[in-house]
């Protein structure tokens, strides 16, 4: 099979991809790899994808960082790591979290309280900051959602 028709079909696997979230050039290039492309096909795929900005690890991390904190009720360090694991650049990882303010954490750690039931759990405000803590919350965050509470 020629190099532009196993290109072509890189090209539509990765859109194809894309078309059910975003991804990061990582993922892509994992993915790619694991359907059998070589690493030239791949690398031009991808390259292709950037260039009509249907790739963009600057874009795909700030919006990853909004749905963990919408929908995920993650913690700095959980998304950190989550992003950190789908090859984003840690500069790119700063600048995304730098959106994550105070607040919202302060809004994540009461909404994990409440859906999960951990006041019940832990009654003892000790056992609950420890188990937030483990799950990556900042101390000033945790203190803070359970003077609101």
Not at 36 to 44: A, D, W, Y
Not at 85 to 93: E, F, N, S, T
Not at 109 to 131: A, F, H, N, S, T
């Amino acid at each position: 099979m020629a190099d532009s028709e196993r290109l072509q079909q890189a090209v539509v696997a990765a859109s194809n991809l894309l078309s059910y979230r975003p991804r990061s050039r990582y993922e892509l290039e994992q993915a790619l790899a694991r359907k059998g492309f070589s690493n030239q096909v791949v690398r031009q795929a991808l390259e292709q994808l950037q260039e009509h900005d249907l790739i963009n690890d600057d874009r795909f991390a700030r919006l990853w960082v909004q749905d963990r904190i919408r929908s995920a009720k993650r913690s700095r360090l959980q998304i950190q790591v989550e992003l950190q694991r789908k090859g984003i650049a840690r500069d790119i990882i700063a600048a995304a979290l730098a959106e994550y303010t105070d607040q919202e954490e302060i809004e994540v750690v009461k909404r994990c309280v409440d859906l999960y039931g951990l006041r019940q759990r832990y009654p003892d405000d000790q056992d609950l900051i420890g188990y937030l803590r483990r799950k990556g919350f900042g101390y000033t965050a945790i203190k803070q959602a359970i003077a609101q509470k």
